[in-house]
């Protein structure tokens, strides 16, 4: 990993990193075995959050949020890759360098 940035926990307890340098999320097994896990579009990873079985990530440079389903296969569900605020649905909205992620649940607690 070039710039571990966020970390989360998966039910197995296995942890997924995302890194800000680098398109790689990394898994990290209960016995500490580091491996790439899935490599996303463009040239970095944000922040990730866990939510109904799927990751969710940030691309900063990329103006975008993916979906990461367990296979390590991806689908955009956020931002057009151009820079903007706009409101859409399907991967139609534009957003600006995302910073962070969070999920209904996590409002909760």
Same mark, same amino acid.
Do not use: W
């Given at each position: 990993? &070039?710039?571990?940035?966020? %970390? ?7 942890? $997924? ?12 097994? %209960? ?7 899935? &490599?996303?579009?463009?040239? @970095?990873?944000? *922040?990730?959050? !866990?939510?109904?079985?799927? !990751?969710?990530?940030?691309? $900063?440079?990329? *103006? ?20 903007? $605020? ?5 991967? @139609? ?7 962070? %992620? ?6 909760? *607690?």
């Amino acid at each position: 990993m &070039k710039s571990p940035n966020s %970390i989360v926990q998966g039910p197995s307890g296995a942890f $997924f990193v995302a890194d800000l340098r680098s398109p790689i999320l990394f898994r990290v097994s %209960i016995q500490g075995k580091v491996t790439k896990f899935a &490599k996303l579009p463009g040239i @970095a990873c944000g *922040h990730l959050a !866990l939510a109904d079985g799927a !990751l969710y990530a940030t691309g $900063f440079a990329e *103006h975008g949020i993916v979906r990461v389903e367990s296979g390590a296969s991806f689908s955009v569900v956020a931002g057009t890759g151009a820079r903007g $605020f706009e409101d859409g649905a399907n991967g @139609a909205a534009n957003v600006s360098y995302p910073n962070g %992620i969070g999920t209904a649940s996590d409002a909760a *607690h």
